[in-house]
């Protein structure tokens, strides 16, 4: 685990320690504005990587105005200090309103304050109007400076010493409402409590048969309401970025009612507090009650949400998002000369990346300026992938009468294959809706690749998958069979049910399953129509695709067990526990666990370890149990090595750290698989099997009255999400990717993601920054 580890990734231009030396630098660390959860997360990596470097770090405790204030409200920080705070919400450093940083007078304190420690390295977590500060704070830097030294309160040597102000800001808020990230930090979390509200009252409502108006936060931004209703399959939405045509109010009522004649229980819709109409005027929850009531005479109530939805720990991927914007922020600082102009560290697909600060600023305050001009189209569209959300939604949530959809006569069938993964419902209720719309006749095949052969095959309406997306496991029932041995079987039920195409959702199973039918074409003609596969496993193993549904729920699973298991040793001190994840060999719940835990180690099969590691880790923890940090956790892949098993592990830690802690092992097992999705599942899972179905309808299309038998290899694809591309590769392609042996891609990108966890954890590492420095320009994200 040292820094010349030669079994680090290959062919990645490493820069070493020598590269990121902060010695001599100082660097001060606020939040400011609304808190979000994983300001800690972020705050606990600025700290942690920028000792790692040798800076001194320094928190700045209640935003602006401690920095206005001084005095201990500027404080060195130790490793210690951020130590325990990745699971806890809100900012341990605080946050405020500060109206005196808003004129030049209180600015001036502000830099003296800073000055004072040799702080001119910034952090500023925070949303649009924390970060527009920080920007004018470094503008006016050498004009502070040059006006201190009048005063007299600094000399001259002090203005050239600390000439300039670096300046980098990570965006927390959990609107979601800054251009030029996929996600700010706070975002994931805030769904997370949002869909625990919906999902405990849709079991309420179904039993009296009641309406519920949701209200979400969002004053200027609908995303947590648009992804809140998209993940939970609600009725209908409101939205400040797009606001209902005229003639909403007849158009709910007749929704609504439409869902009663089916037998529906229960509608669902959901507020964003700043929702409004075309003409700017507020839609309130209450107003949407009175409507409803009035209207249709429905038991209605409504439900504010609050600042529940700022609360809560954070989850997984907050945990994950600011840990790598932390450290890339640290990084960014380092590397800033005086032409450097501010920048933001944001979320590009899965990679951290730096944007000028003021364009991002710029673009988020065009999309409100549409909004004022009632240009709400320009709004929708600055807002980037808000846009294919909303198409999305529109698509699911509303079905056209029959006579107004043109019938394709063609035959599409949907069938999950491999292990159980959350969000599979969600992925089946989408396809079968979309293909619904696209006027396919959608047909379900139960059990697998086994119901197939048996013909457990039957048709799927609109109504028959309301409610799926919340709803974890298999409805349809899946199997770990593959369909060589039923091929002629399959073939005959494929005949039989006029299948024009094949949607499977699965895990390497599938995979496998996909080139075996691809295979097969050459004897069996009813395998040459359309096939695609959407990737679904909490393993995330699949060539081809960055993520499976699935992975981000174990995930979520393996970091609040690690939590309370953490609670649990902090109580009785010193002890290590050695906790078993599940990933075959793939080491990415182990690898992403540890880091959204805050383990110290994490073995995986991808990074070969021998007892040499083992015994590192063991000095590690019996160093690190003399400190005020008396507890250790250690994850390791299930399949990560024959020998070292999780019981050899247990045994030799607990020889060897006896006297100095004792040990517990937990093997986590199928608890990964089960549970309700999380927003991220569902979402990511409605999303890319509408994408799927949309490739099959095109495809359809495409051989439509010329009778096409399909054999070419881009007939038969695997869809992904590569960096932040949605993209269909053909399998044949995909095998030279792929280590059939071990049931993994050869290349990962999350392997790049394994320094972070052991700098932040205090081990020795060397971190690739080959894909930072490099300053890009916004744009708005169409993904």
């Given at each position: ?43 606990r990596a600025v700290v942690r990587m920028g000792i790692y470097v040798g800076a ?549 099969f991808e990074e070969p370890f021998d007892i040499r590691d083992l015994q590192s880790n ?166």
């Open positions: 685990m040292d820094a010349d580890d030669s079994r680090a990734p290959k062919g990645s231009l490493r820069k070493f320690l020598e590269h990121l030396s902060g010695a001599g630098k100082a660097i001060g660390v606020l939040t400011s504005g609304g808190d979000a959860q994983g300001m800690n997360a972020a705050v001194k770090v320094y928190f700045i405790y209640e935003g602006y105005q401690g920095m206005v204030d001084g005095g201990s409200n500027i404080a060195e920080a130790d490793w210690e200090s951020v130590s325990s705070i990745l699971q806890v919400g809100g900012t341990i450093i605080g946050s405020a309103r500060c109206q005196a940083f808003r004129t030049r007078e209180g600015r001036l304190k502000a830099a003296c304050n800073l000055l004072q420690r040799g702080i001119t390295n910034l952090c500023v977590i925070g949303g649009d109007g924390s970060l527009t500060g920080a920007n004018l704070f470094r503008k006016e830097w050498s004009g502070l400076l040059e006006e201190l030294a009048r005063n007299g309160q600094i000399d001259k040597e002090a203005v050239q010493k600390y000439a300039y102000l670096n300046v980098v800001g990570m965006v927390g808020s959990i609107d979601n409402d800054f251009c030029g990230t996929d996600m700010t930090i706070g975002t994931d979390s805030a769904l997370h409590r949002i869909i625990e509200v919906v999902d405990a009252i849709m079991t309420t409502a179904q039993s009296h048969q009641r309406t519920f108006v949701l209200e979400v936060m969002g004053r200027h931004c609908g995303y947590l309401a648009l992804v809140s209703a998209l993940a939970c399959g609600a009725d209908w939405v409101f939205l400040p970025e797009s606001p209902p045509e005229e003639g909403w109010e007849e158009q709910m009522c007749v929704k609504l009612s439409e869902n009663r004649a089916r037998k529906k229980r229960l509608n669902i819709i959901i507020v964003a507090e700043g929702a409004i109409d075309t003409q700017n005027k507020p839609i309130t929850s209450e107003k949407i009650k009175e409507l409803v009531v009035t209207q249709l005479g429905y038991d209605t109530r409504v439900t504010i949400l609050g600042h529940v939805q700022r609360g809560g720990t954070p989850s997984a991927f907050d945990r994950i998002l600011a840990s790598r914007m932390g450290v890339e922020a640290v990084i960014a600082l380092l590397e800033a000369t005086p032409d450097t102009p501010a920048c933001v560290v944001s979320l590009n697909g899965n990679h951290a990346v730096r944007l000028p600060l003021m364009e991002c600023v710029q673009m988020t305050q065009d999309v409100q300026k549409a909004m004022d001009e009632r240009r709400f189209q320009d709004a929708v569209r600055l807002r980037g992938s808000f846009a294919g959300n909303l198409n999305t939604y529109k698509r699911l949530a509303i079905k056209l009468p029959d006579d107004q959809i043109p019938k394709t006569n063609c035959n599409v069938a949907v069938i999950n294959v491999g292990a159980p993964a959350a969000g599979m419902n969600a992925a089946v209720r989408s396809a079968v809706r979309v293909g619904i719309a696209d006027g396919h006749r959608m047909l379900a095949i139960y059990d697998g690749f086994d119901g197939f052969a048996k013909g457990q095959i039957k048709e799927i309406g609109w109504t028959d998958v309301g409610g799926w997306t919340g709803q974890g496991g298999s409805i349809l029932g899946t199997k770990r069979v593959l369909p060589g041995k039923y091929l002629e079987e399959i073939a005959t039920q494929m005949r039989t049910h006029s299948i024009n195409a094949l949607l499977i959702i699965g895990g390497f199973e599938a995979y496998l399953g996909l080139l075996e039918l691809s295979a097969a074409r050459e004897k069996h003609e009813e395998f040459c129509v359309p096939m695609v596969m959407v990737p679904a496993t909490v393993s995330n193993n699949v060539p081809g695709s960055d993520f499976s549904i699935g992975a981000d729920t174990a995930l979520n699973t393996i970091t609040d067990t690690c939590d309370r298991i953490k609670q649990s040793a902090s109580g009785t001190k010193r002890r290590v526990f050695i906790i078993e994840t599940m990933g075959g060999y793939c080491g990415y719940l182990a690898n992403m666990g540890g880091l959204a835990a805050g383990a110290d180690a994490a073995y995986i063991v000095e590690h923890l019996t160093e690190k149990m003399k400190t005020t940090i008396q507890r250790g956790l250690v994850l390791r892949n299930e399949s990560c090595s024959e020998n070292y098993t999780t019981d050899f592990i247990y045994q030799l830690y607990s020889e060897e750290g006896k006297g100095v802690f004792d040990c517990r092992k937990n093997v986590l097992g199928h608890m990964q698989q089960g549970g309700a999705p999380s927003p991220f599942d569902r979402n990511f899972g409605t999303k890319i099997s509408a994408r799927a179905m949309e490739w099959i309808t095109a495809k359809l299309k495409e051989a439509r009255g010329r009778g096409k038998k399909f054999t070419t290899d881009d007939s038969i694809c695997v869809l992904g999400i590569s960096k932040r591309n949605v993209i269909f590769q053909p399998v044949a392609e995909l095998k030279k990717q792929t280590d059939f042996e071990h049931r993994i891609p050869k290349e990962q990108w999350w392997l790049k993601l394994r320094p972070l966890m052991k700098i932040l954890a205090k081990y020795k590492a060397s971190y690739d920054v080959s894909d930072s420095g490099q300053l890009e320009h916004v744009q708005p994200w169409s993904v």
